[in-house]
């Protein structure tokens, strides 16, 4: 989740974190410094299993009794799933919201309903010893892998939000499986005289009309904007796919607006890939899809770098280039 980091994406384009109001924290071993982990807060957590092998399911497709793709627990599955009952058994002050099995981690969404003596790593050290102890007695090795991910949730509805998020994980992986494509990082993709990473669908590429959305910074009061998100929305409308880095406000409103009515994109971002991104929430679908192609010109970085001038007129000229193809 790396594009947290990028400010003109974060605004408008990868609204996973802004939408569902969650505050991630990524380290598998580093806690957030600043937050009390004994007080009552709702977190979700995920745990990888050791090496990523897939041990705790099978990913299945929709049948008669499934209405969706869903996860077949493993023998060590669903001694894992026992594992996560216990946590509210033996830490009366914890609420299990929701558990969500994948072949090679699982996401739990908790309450802790009350201040707690322990904090909330101590629990879940507790509940992956339990689990390790099972995966050794099956398997002769432990389970999962060193740390966890926990994802504060702190935001109005983002309860319901995460819940469903977290049960949708079996369609999503079912969705990426069967569109492997559309969801992996290519590098090294030609563009004109630029090499460039890309995700999603390449083939818009190739499309026929496509046309570049620039607009002044100066564009900022309602009516100015309102007039330039008519004017690309009637390309749009007309068949073109819309290709943009989405930096000054009016860009943002235009492609956020095509998005939302779901016409074919093309969008620059300065930031790349790191080599396990993977597009979350509204882009997923889009990706899935096939009306979305993200491109990203430089690599990866995960320091906060704020853009400079120059790196916006490239983004432009890339845009401009991927539209005159």
């Known amino acids: 989740m790396d594009y947290k980091r990028n400010k003109h994406r974060r605004e408008w384009w990868l609204e996973h974190h802004e939408e569902h109001g969650l505050v991630p924290h990524r380290s598998m071993k580093r806690r957030k410094p600043s937050h009390d982990y004994n007080s009552r807060c709702i977190y979700m957590i995920t745990l990888s299993t050791l090496g990523r092998r897939p041990v705790l399911g099978v990913l299945c497709d929709a049948d008669s009794s499934h209405p969706k793709p869903w996860i077949k627990p493993s023998e060590l599955g669903n001694k894992v799933l026992s594992c996560w009952r216990q946590i509210a058994v033996l830490h009366p002050q914890i609420r299990l919201m929701a558990v969500q099995l994948m072949p090679d981690h699982m996401h739990g969404v908790l309450f802790v309903t009350s201040p707690m003596p322990k904090h909330l790593g101590t629990v879940i050290n507790g509940f992956k010893v339990g689990c390790n102890k099972f995966s050794r007695e099956m398997t002769g090795d432990v389970l999962w892998g060193s740390g966890y991910n926990d994802i504060i949730l702190k935001g109005k509805g983002q309860l319901e939000r995460m819940i469903h998020y977290v049960q949708d994980n079996p369609r999503r992986r ?86 939302d009515a779901g016409y074919p994109l093309i969008v620059i971002i300065e930031n790349g890939f790191s080599p396990l991104w993977k597009p979350g929430g509204k ?18 970085h995960n320091e906060y770098k704020k853009i400079r001038r120059q790196q916006c007129q490239s983004l432009n000229d890339l845009a401009q280039e991927i539209a005159s193809i």
């Open 174 to 259: 079912w969705i990426k499986h069967n569109n492997h494509d559309f969801f992996s990082i290519k590098n090294d993709v030609t563009i004109g005289e630029w090499q460039v990473a890309a995700v999603g669908n390449q083939f818009l590429i190739e499309h026929p009309l496509k046309v570049a959305v620039k607009c002044s910074r100066s564009i900022k009061g309602d009516d100015e904007i309102a007039q330039e998100v008519n004017k690309f929305m009637a390309m749009a409308d007309a068949g073109a796919v819309l290709v943009s880095p989405s930096i000054s406000p009016a860009e943002k409103k235009v492609m956020r607006a095509a998005f």
């Open 283 to 300: 882009q997923f679908d889009a990706c899935a899809e096939g009306r979305l192609l993200l491109v990203a010109p430089w690599p990866h």
